[in-house]
């Protein structure tokens, strides 16, 4: 074969390889970006579900903040009201009664209540509560109190992987381009998993954020037409002029009853309003789920009693029951 030829055909084999590896070559950078694209939609799936999980928790945390306040400033200080009229008096309560005592307020208790009052006014005043900075309270880390940074905590955020923000680049070698989507895909699924052990805790603390925001709310349907009674009644004993001391000798027992099943919902309430949701470690607090516990297996004994006191003609003019005067 003439020189001339086979130099021209050794030219088009060359050719023929050049293209089959510039082929070869785009072939693999449109795998790298396919997976690099999947790694993108795999880590944003899980960021926006992670954040809907943190709104949902957010909104629970900061409702029941509310709700505390509103029965802080509402029904507790109408009990307060018609407490500190009777608080002197040793009461011996009837049968049925002692189930209930381990609720009955003490005079730390209600110093705690008074003080635990002012927090969550002054924090409404300041909008501390509808921003989410923690509300310190007495009995330890407050239901919001973990939204303030703390890192450990599953509202903390989760960085991207780094490779997700540098993409496929056209001037590395394919391979390069392929083991660099490898190594994305690798850390966005790393993030994913992260992201939903996130979100799986963020759903367990709405969930019991809610319980106790239910139990709160059922007890105080309670509560507070018991403190309207416990007000209007120790109100009348006092006199037109409040001058009156309301001794043991002058209460009948349904009077006596009365006072002593307001004063074990006022505890039961308080013991909500002390429930923290969190630990200090930003975990769902144990100790507060067993007293949960305890005032949920309390309700029908409470509710009977509840309904046996408020039975009863008192021969009073019911005073109104407060209202919370907080706006959102």
Do not use: W
């Amino acid at each position: 074969m003439p020189i001339p030829f086979l130099i021209a055909g050794l030219g088009i084999a060359a050719g023929a390889i050049g293209a089959g590896s510039h082929i070869k070559a785009k072939q693999t950078n449109e795998r790298a970006n396919e997976i690099s694209a999947d790694a993108q939609r795999l880590y944003n799936n899980a960021k926006n579900s992670l954040e809907a999980a943190k709104r949902n928790t957010t909104f629970a945390l900061r409702e029941f903040e509310y709700a505390k306040k509103d029965v802080l400033d509402s029904s507790m200080k109408q009990f307060l009201r018609g407490y500190e009229r009777i608080k002197h008096i040793e009461l011996k309560t009837s049968e049925g009664m002692n189930e209930i005592s381990s609720f009955i307020l003490t005079p730390q208790d209600t110093l705690q209540i008074r003080e635990l009052t002012n927090i969550y006014e002054s924090s409404l005043k300041t909008g501390a509560i509808g921003a989410g900075v923690g509300v310190a309270a007495f009995a330890g880390v407050s239901s919001l109190g973990f939204l303030a940074g703390a890192a450990a905590t599953p509202l903390a955020a989760i960085a991207a992987p780094v490779l997700l923000f540098t993409g496929i680049s056209a001037s590395m070698k394919a391979d390069e381009n392929l083991e660099k989507a490898q190594v994305m895909y690798s850390e966005a699924t790393a993030a994913a998993e992260s992201m939903k052990i996130s979100e799986t805790k963020c759903k367990a603390i709405t969930k019991r954020t809610e319980m106790f925001h239910d139990l709160l709310d059922t007890l105080n349907i309670m509560f507070a037409q018991s403190a309207v009674y416990l007000d209007s009644v120790t109100r009348k004993k006092k006199g037109f002029f409040g001058l009156r001391k309301i001794t043991s000798n002058r209460l009948t027992e349904q009077e006596i009853n009365l006072i002593a099943v307001s004063r074990a919902l006022a505890g039961a309430v308080k013991a909500v309003i002390d429930m923290p949701v969190l630990s200090e470690k930003g975990e769902l607090d144990s100790k507060s789920n067993k007293k949960y516990n305890e005032v949920k297996k309390s309700l029908p004994l409470l509710t009977d009693q509840s309904n046996t006191a408020q039975s009863y003609d008192y021969h009073v003019r019911l005073k109104k029951a407060l209202k919370a005067k907080r706006r959102r």
